[in-house]
């Protein structure tokens, strides 16, 4: 017996909202039938939604969902439509209204910084209420750029008044010993990231600025042993190359008035055989302290590319069946 096929008529009136909830080339919309097994039409002014009831009711919601992000912000990604429909799966489309408010700051290109995902959202109300917070999880979570969005709001609203960006330099498989230059040009690649990061959340002039009267530091994580570091915003990244030496160094640096922020992914340990991550054990030293709190984000919080998603669901299908 064949089931029954519905049509959902959504009332939309300005064609711009229509225009940007289907996309280039119609592919927000293609991704939605091709999921829901629905067939979507475009027609003066409304969005017709056919298949069966299930389906349509779904489609029905996510799509008022994207409009409504729409409405706000004038756009629509790829990355919000695939996390929308996420949520809406779970029954958690209410949740949209949540992210879509939570402005950190506004980049100098007039980018906005928001959380994504519901567990960025976590994350960025830790480092609200806490001053030591743990960031972990895979490549591309957002860990590293949305505290350093949540540094450059403290630093503007006075609340601290410098920002320390720090990486243990461990080599991922080369050695440092062989690089050409002195200790600061061995060192750069592996702050890369950070400056790269901060440059684009404060623009070319501002960054430079700021560089130059030392309201910003960009330095291995070696330069912070014998430091006192008050009312300072401290980002220690690849937290997962410390040793528990060093870990323990570092959050004993923060001084009155700081925040640190310790961002790392536990599955990417470059360490030496013999060495134990000091990002894997310090949250069995310090999971019931007042104060510090863990975030752990995973493959849902990935915003960067469809296939960065995926390839972390395949590295832990794989290391899953390696260690059975």
């Known amino acids: 017996m064949e089931k029954e096929t519905l049509q959902k008529i959504i009332e939309i009136g300005d064609n711009d909202y229509t225009r940007e909830l289907f996309g280039d080339f119609d592919e927000n919309i293609k991704l939605i039938e091709k999921t829901f097994n629905v067939d979507i039409v475009s027609r003066e002014g409304e969005i017709r939604v056919i298949g069966e009831?299930?389906?349509?009711?779904?489609?029905?919601?996510?799509?008022?969902?994207?409009?409504?992000?729409?409405?706000?912000?004038?756009?629509?990604?790829?990355?919000?439509?695939?996390?929308?429909?996420?949520?809406?799966?779970?029954?958690?489309?209410?949740?949209?209204?949540?992210?879509?408010?939570?402005?950190?700051?506004?980049?100098?290109?007039?980018?906005?910084?928001?959380?994504?995902?519901?567990?960025?959202?976590?994350?960025?109300?830790?480092?609200?209420?806490?001053?030591?917070?743990?960031?972990?999880?895979?490549?591309?979570?957002?860990?590293?750029?949305?505290?350093?969005?949540?540094?450059?709001?403290?630093?503007?609203?006075?609340?601290?008044?410098?920002?320390?960006?720090?990486?243990?330099?461990?080599?991922?498989?080369?050695s440092l010993g062989f690089l050409p230059g002195d200790l600061q040009e061995k060192v750069d690649p592996y702050l890369r990231p950070l400056y790269d990061a901060m440059f684009d959340i404060l623009g070319a002039e501002t960054y430079s600025k700021y560089m130059e009267r030392g309201l910003i530091e960009v330095a291995p994580l070696a330069y912070m042993r014998g430091r006192t570091l008050d009312s300072s915003f401290i980002i220690l990244d690849e937290a997962q190359n410390t040793t528990n030496e060093q870990m323990k160094m570092f959050l004993t640096r923060l001084g009155f008035g700081s925040k640190a922020i310790i961002t790392g992914d536990i599955t990417q340990i470059d360490l030496p055989k013999g060495k134990t991550s000091g990002l894997k054990q310090v949250s069995h030293v310090l999971d019931k302290i007042k104060g510090i709190e863990f975030v752990y984000l995973d493959k849902r919080d990935v915003v960067r590319h469809q296939l960065v998603q995926r390839i972390i669901e395949a590295y832990e299908k794989f290391e899953n069946k390696e260690q059975k």
Do not use: W
């Open 53 to 174: 009831e299930i389906s349509t009711n779904i489609v029905e919601k996510l799509i008022n969902k994207l409009i409504h992000i729409i409405k706000k912000q004038g756009k629509l990604n790829k990355q919000e439509v695939l996390y929308t429909m996420q949520l809406v799966l779970e029954g958690q489309e209410d949740k949209v209204r949540e992210l879509l408010d939570d402005v950190i700051c506004i980049t100098s290109s007039g980018k906005s910084i928001k959380p994504k995902t519901l567990g960025q959202k976590r994350y960025v109300n830790a480092i609200k209420e806490n001053d030591i917070v743990f960031g972990i999880g895979p490549a591309g979570t957002g860990k590293t750029y949305l505290a350093m969005a949540m540094a450059v709001m403290a630093f503007k609203n006075k609340e601290i008044n410098k920002i320390i960006l720090t990486r243990p330099a461990v080599e991922a498989g080369e």
